[in-house]
């Protein structure tokens, strides 16, 4: 098992940028491929981006290609998303999650952290 722990969020102005974190308990970290995603108020969570368990592969949503990068250090635990040219349509509360086989859709994640809010301001 994995526990998840997001933060850095924050308020941002549009064209800001932010980093989040998500640490993670355990030993096993680095045999999980990890997800961000993102839920703003009356929408469904969608997917933001995801990495391998080795970070040799990633992938993103269109909505965020060329302005998210998301990276991991399996020797801290962590997984990051680094969010440049931020804007409002961004807001929402970021997710990151944990699962054996990489999926671009939430259902097959098995473990998730509690969230952290990004609110970008026009």
């Known amino acids: 098992q994995v526990q998840l722990v997001e933060s850095g969020g924050g308020l941002v102005q549009a064209g800001g940028s932010l980093r989040l974190f998500c640490a993670a308990s355990?030993?096993?970290?680095?045999?999980?491929?990890m997800g961000w995603f993102r839920q703003a108020p009356g929408k469904e969570r969608e997917f933001v981006a995801a990495?391998?368990?080795?970070?040799?592969?990633?992938y993103y949503a269109d909505s965020v290609k060329g302005r998210f990068t998301i990276s991991r250090d399996n020797a801290k635990n962590t997984a990051y998303l680094q969010m440049n040219s931020l804007k409002p349509e961004d807001t929402a509360v970021y997710y990151c999650?944990?699962?054996?086989?990489?999926?671009?859709?939430?259902?097959?994640?098995?473990?998730w952290g509690q969230g952290t809010q990004v609110t970008v301001s026009s």
């Open positions: 999650a944990a699962t054996y086989y990489i999926a671009l859709m939430p259902e097959p994640y098995d473990y």
């Open positions: 990495i391998s368990y080795t970070g040799g592969n990633t």
């Open positions: 355990g030993r096993t970290f680095s045999s999980y491929a």
